[in-house]
């Protein structure tokens, strides 16, 4: 629905679990992938991280506590092969948000994503 109200050209929706569709053909497939929120900044970079291909870049969108879950985030970041190019800030109506930028700088290991519901119960 974004995409066909805002005329966003090139993109492609996908719908299913992440923990599957990031070990089958779309893994590492993609030069930017934008991640839904998720619930702990850890959690949406394994889940999401995978699709990024070497060079590529991930955006997170997340709220005003992005600073603090970021310093929990830095084991995971390595491990998925992210790094944090920018942050950047926003407003929708009254609420402040952030897009954090990262840019894929090695190969996610075959591992991750885990199977369905690990990674938001033991978050890297």
């Not at 066909?4 to 569709?21: D, P, Q, S, W």
């Not at 995971?76 to 402040?96: F, H, Q, R, T, W």
Request: with cysteine.
């Amino acid at each position: 629905m974004f995409c066909k109200k805002y005329a966003v050209k090139n993109c492609r929706i996908i719908v299913g679990r992440a923990e599957v569709l990031g070990q089958a053909a779309l893994r590492q497939s993609y030069d930017i992938v934008f991640s839904r929120a998720l619930s702990k900044l850890r959690t949406a970079l394994e889940l999401s991280g995978c699709f990024v291909k070497v060079g590529g870049l991930l955006i997170v969108p997340h709220g005003t506590s992005w600073d603090s879950e970021l310093k929990e985030s830095s084991l995971a970041m390595e491990i998925l092969g992210l790094k944090l190019l920018s942050n950047l800030a926003y407003d929708l109506g009254d609420v402040k948000f952030c897009a954090l930028i990262f840019l894929k700088v090695s190969v996610t290991p075959a591992i991750y994503p885990r199977p369905t519901g690990v990674p938001d119960k033991k978050p890297l």
